[in-house]
């Protein structure tokens, strides 16, 4: 399995948008290194929901559940989407600050690529992550 981190300002959609929904497509990915990484995704894998713009969280878990496929956003055939499904709230929210104050994770695709949309995530960096949640 692997673990990744997907961004959305919440105004344009939400973890409540995709809760609400129950399964949708991640689309709109016009970067060629974050759609590298959705072809990468296989179905079981998880994925953090990122926040980003104003509240800059990780607020939830979301699954892969339809590996990549054509964006239909788009006629351009170089672009992709997978599929999501939201597997769990976080209990409490763990921000970019969170992040950026645990050495742990300082060499976390978040604070070293801050601008990419769809990152991989370590195993252990999602862990922490998940310790981070509870307390």
């Known amino acids: 399995m692997n673990y990744w981190l997907i961004k959305s300002e919440p105004n344009t959609y939400s973890w409540d948008d995709l809760v609400a929904k129950g399964t949708d497509h991640w689309d709109g990915v016009r970067n ?6 959705m072809k990468e995704m296989k179905v079981g894998d998880l994925a ?3 926040h980003s713009v104003k509240e800059k969280a990780i607020v939830g878990i979301a699954e892969c ?3 990549h496929y ?3 956003t788009t006629d351009d055939d170089r672009w992709v989407v997978v599929d999501f499904s939201p597997k769990e709230k976080l209990k409490k929210p763990v921000t970019l600050e969170d992040v950026k104050a645990d050495d742990r994770l300082q060499g976390m695709d978040l604070l070293r690529l801050s601008r990419l949309s769809v990152q ?3 195993k252990e960096e999602f862990d922490i992550i998940l310790e981070k949640s509870q307390s």
Do not use: G, L, T
Request: net charge positive; proline share 11%; glycine share 0%.
């Open 65 to 67: 559940v339809k590996e």
């Open 70 to 72: 054509p964006d239909p």
């Open 120 to 122: 991989s995530v370590k």
């Open 32 to 37: 060629y290194a974050a759609r590298n990484n």
């Open 48 to 50: 953090f929901f990122y």
